[in-house]
């Protein structure tokens, strides 16, 4: 477990299911940092933490006095066996906990999971251009890669999608 002044950071695990589907479901509800405009169920989000587990891919979660207030995951950017060694990033904090270190934690973490999950290139594909998504990223060691522009639609506004890029054989930047 990775520590932080009021906060820790640790595999998910079914349990978590009921915390990250809320957290996911203010986004979906409220952010463009996903462009999801129904949000999956608790049941939906154990399935996932259950198949990561079972492919060996990193899911996270922080806790804050032990209630998950931030969690993140990595899986293959594509199916294809040629994107075997590309994973794609998923990041998501409740908004209380932002801007606190967590996220930045949180990624750092991430990074190293996905890193000795035999994955060496990190893809951030970020809806809606968030401008904290996008600092974050870029604080830990991202790199603009792309941006696809009017590609989403949610609340009645065209919206672009930002590619960052990592390469996880890099040392980690010191944020």
């Known amino acids: 477990m990775t520590s932080l002044p009021d906060a820790g950071v640790r595999p998910a695990c079914p349990a978590d299911a009921q915390a990250i589907a ?3 479901a203010w986004h979906v509800a409220n952010g463009t940092a996903t462009f999801d405009t129904v949000a999956p169920d608790e ?3 154990a399935a996932k933490i259950a198949d990561f587990a079972t492919r060996g891919f990193p899911f996270l ?6 209630d ?3 969690y993140a995951y990595a899986a293959r950017f594509r199916d294809r066996a040629a994107y075997a060694h590309t994973c ?19 990624l750092l ?17 970020i809806g809606g251009g968030e401008p904290a998504s996008v600092a974050l990223h870029g604080k830990c060691g ?15 506004r065209l919206l672009d999608t930002v590619y960052m890029q990592r390469d996880l054989r890099e040392e980690d930047p010191s944020p």
């Open 22 to 24: 809320a957290i996911y």
């Open 43 to 45: 049941a939906t989000w």
């Open 61 to 66: 979660v922080a806790e804050r006095e032990g």
């Open 68 to 70: 998950v207030v931030a």
């Open 88 to 106: 794609e990033d998923s990041i998501y904090v409740t908004r209380d906990a932002r801007g606190g270190g967590i996220g930045t934690a949180l």
């Open 109 to 125: 973490a991430l990074i190293a999971a996905a890193r000795a999950s035999g994955f060496q290139q990190m893809i951030a594909v």
């Open 142 to 156: 991202f790199a603009h890669a792309g941006r696809m522009r009017n590609v989403g639609f949610k609340f009645g």
